[in-house]
């Protein structure tokens, strides 16, 4: 099979003819399908309806009638053991808060910003205040700190992590560096999970600043697609381990396990993070919502149903990754226009074209009723600097609507390919 770029002006441009046919056939059937974002479909979050029959007015409080009123800020205690668990963390380190794990990454950017951690300078008053951000990353994470008016430092995200020479040059030696984003199993969009040695390197860091944390953002831990897959060191314990147990908060939540907007989020620290966090905590707030907190834990009872539950959520999401990478590989091997990623977990596939492609991939899908994340979306500030990377989302269509937009997609990668290979030959 001939590459693209192999091809002769004439095979470009029959190729093309012959494309835009089955494209246009394509516009007409008026699909209206979304992989934007990474949402559960309705089949997944059935899965979890039961949850809400756990806790009801017959419900038998006995001694944990204290969870009906205001109070225990940082959580009940069972819900403390349970996510404990998850993270393979003491409970004692633990904070169980509402439903987003978003919003307590929000709150402590903006404690950072306004009040400071442990008796530092908040950030608001440093002439400069700058994060580091492995790319492609979640786009959502780059807004809170874009939001703050911190500037961002694009890291590049390799098969086994970030580029940890880079971070370390970065943290050791410029105090204004105050933070990493970091998703460290099935990194949101690559799936990406980090290797152990880049987890020791995290843990060995020696900042210059002494306010400076990982934001280890562990959305996905228990999100894995196959039996066998790949579990990463506790960065907690090896941070303990290493003499810097101040230098993490990992942040999880069940919104992905049971119901988004429903779920429960929880923040893993040291003991004197979570003393810090819990003395601004208790002016914001009397306490979550531990009536949820309960009916997650009474409804999984013990830490094996989550892994049960992970494998039903499995079965559902593993068809439509493995339907998208199949198109891929039938439709794009060897032609050399693109490169994908084959995630073990997680919600996302990425899908990186040939420079200066993206966008215009992306537009051409949208015409032909097909959303995609925004192009650059992964990348701070919205700017991809190859515009290159696009971000698949398989889990919100049904199989049918994903196999019809993948073949669109792949159409429209096929289409703008030979359309820059003409430019760039200058061929047109
Ligand atoms: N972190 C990552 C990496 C995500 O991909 C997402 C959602 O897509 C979230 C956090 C959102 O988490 P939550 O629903 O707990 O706010």
Not at 48 to 70: E, W
Not at 156 to 177: F, K, R, T
């Amino acid at each position: 099979m001939k590459t693209y770029q192999d091809m002769n002006h004439e095979e470009l441009v029959s190729l093309h003819t012959q494309l835009l046919e089955q494209y246009n056939c394509m516009k007409a059937l008026n699909l209206n399908l979304n992989m934007a974002r990474g949402k559960p479909d309705f089949e997944q979050t059935e899965l979890s309806l039961p949850i809400l029959d756990v806790i009801n007015s017959h419900y038998d409080f006995g001694d944990k009638i204290a969870y009906c009123n205001y109070g225990i800020l940082d959580g009940i205690d069972e819900a403390k053991d349970f996510f404990a668990k998850m993270l393979d963390t003491n409970p004692q380190n633990m904070i169980i808060y509402g439903n987003s794990s978003l919003t307590i990454m929000f709150d402590q950017i903006s404690r950072g910003y306004t009040h400071g951690y442990l008796g530092n300078t908040p950030w608001c008053k440093l002439p400069k205040v700058k994060f580091l951000c492995p790319v492609p990353g979640y786009d959502r994470h780059f807004a809170i700190t874009e939001h703050f008016g911190i500037e961002m430092i694009n890291i590049p995200l390799y098969e086994d992590g970030p580029d940890m020479d880079m971070i370390e040059e970065y943290v050791n030696h410029d105090e204004s560096v105050k933070g990493i984003w970091c998703v460290p199993q099935y990194s949101n969009p690559t799936g990406t999970t980090y290797s152990d040695e880049v987890v020791k390197r995290f843990a060995q860091l020696k900042p210059a600043a002494s306010d400076f944390r990982i934001f280890w953002d562990n959305a996905y831990i228990v999100h894995h697609l196959y039996d066998e897959h790949p579990q990463v060191l506790n960065i907690l314990s090896e941070c303990e381990k290493a003499g810097h147990p101040d230098l993490v908060f990992e942040f999880c939540s069940t919104s992905k396990v049971t119901l988004p907007g429903a779920g429960v989020a929880a923040l893993a620290t040291s003991l004197a993070n979570k003393e810090d966090i819990l003395k601004h905590m208790s002016v914001q707030c009397i306490g979550y919502d531990k009536i949820n907190q309960l009916r997650h834990v009474e409804y999984f009872q013990k830490i094996e149903s989550l892994d049960e539950h992970m494998k039903k959520q499995a079965a559902l999401l593993r068809p439509k990754f493995e339907t998208v990478l199949d198109i891929f590989e039938k439709e794009l091997s060897g032609l050399n226009i693109g490169k994908w990623t084959k995630p073990r977990g997680g919600y996302f596939i990425t899908f990186e074209a040939m420079d200066n492609c993206a966008k215009d991939i992306i537009q051409k899908c949208k015409e032909a009723g097909t959303l995609l994340t925004n192009a650059g979306a992964t990348y701070p500030y919205g700017k991809d600097p190859r515009d290159a990377t696009i971000r698949i989302a398989p889990s919100y269509p049904t199989l049918n609507e994903l196999k019809k937009a993948t073949k669109l997609f792949v159409l429209c990668v096929k289409l703008v390919s030979i359309e820059k290979l003409l430019v760039n030959k200058k061929m047109i």
